[in-house]
């Protein structure tokens, strides 16, 4: 339960940590054998607690976001179950309901990209990388609500793939008509991801391919997270031919050439 309330002129939100009701936790199991059928692991769902394990988790989050320099609440205060944190300003979900043009959703998700992508650079993730958890405040691009760590099921790469992929897949919504827009607003910091990251994400795109085709014939919600997987694809599309023109020029023997024959064939198959 999050509420928010004013704190010596400042708003500030009061934090608390209550146990899940049985629906959470059923989902999250049925959620996790999904993507362990179509071989996501990027995508399970990491353990949810409750009370004082779930309070200390958020906060040993924040402090290891903050030492990474991601803009994240400050906590204020404390109480049995429950946190004080600071306001970070409007979330970025509330800024897309409400744009004025095309142009104000590009601005945003570039501005958000670049944050992300930042974070990443230097050894960060958030988990839960959607257009709710991210604000774009008067100070820029903020990050909040830490309840899970990726990392207790995943590698680092896997990790900030996720964040590519739920990141995407939450501004879809916004650019069902303009798929090469979307890829080409995350394109500037997939360029600068891992290689590991990169394929990753674009292994992710392999696997839900089949929402790019037909997405648009069942719906919105299917149609943005069509938009969202040939967004990733072309986003991230060009990271691999530059790993691999980076290893011919730098050596001349092109060690990844199996990889991307691999790739290739997965494709088509």
């Not at 209550?18 to 199991?29: C, E, M, Q, S, Y």
């Not at 990443?120 to 100070?139: C, E, K, P, S």
């Not at 990844?256 to 691999?262: G, K, P, Q």
Request: glycine letters at 12%; hydrophobic letters at 45%.
């Amino acid at each position: 339960m999050v509420q928010k309330f004013s704190l010596g002129g400042r708003a500030a939100w009061l934090k608390r940590y209550d146990p899940d009701g049985w629906f959470r936790p059923a989902a999250t199991r049925a959620w996790n054998r999904l993507a362990a059928r179509l071989d996501l692991a990027a995508l399970r769902a990491p353990p949810r607690y409750a009370g004082e394990a779930a309070k200390g988790l958020e906060w040993r989050r924040l402090e290891a976001l903050r030492a990474c320099g991601a803009p994240v609440p400050r906590v204020l205060g404390d109480g049995p179950r429950s946190l004080i944190l600071s306001d970070m300003g409007p979330t970025l979900a509330h800024r897309l309901k409400r744009l004025k043009s095309a142009n104000d959703a590009d601005m945003l998700v570039r501005q958000t990209a670049h944050a992300i992508g930042r974070l990443h650079r230097q050894g960060g993730y958030l988990g839960q990388a959607v257009a709710r958890n991210i604000t774009v405040g008067d100070g820029g691009v903020g990050f909040i609500d830490f309840e899970e760590d990726p990392s207790e099921i995943m590698s680092l790469a896997q990790a900030q793939a996720r964040d590519w992929v739920l990141f995407t897949t939450g501004v879809g919504p916004y650019f069902t008509d303009r798929v090469d827009t979307l890829g080409a607003l995350i394109r500037e910091q997939a360029l600068q991801a891992e290689p590991a990251v990169a394929d990753e994400v674009q292994r992710i795109a392999r696997r839900l391919g089949a929402l790019e085709r037909v997405g648009r014939f069942f719906g919105r919600k299917a149609a943005a997270l069509g938009a969202a997987v040939g967004a990733m694809r072309k986003g991230f599309s060009l990271v691999m031919l530059g790993t691999l023109l980076g290893d011919l020029l730098g050596d001349g023997d092109l060690d990844l050439w199996i990889v991307a024959v691999r790739i290739v064939e997965e494709s088509v198959t």
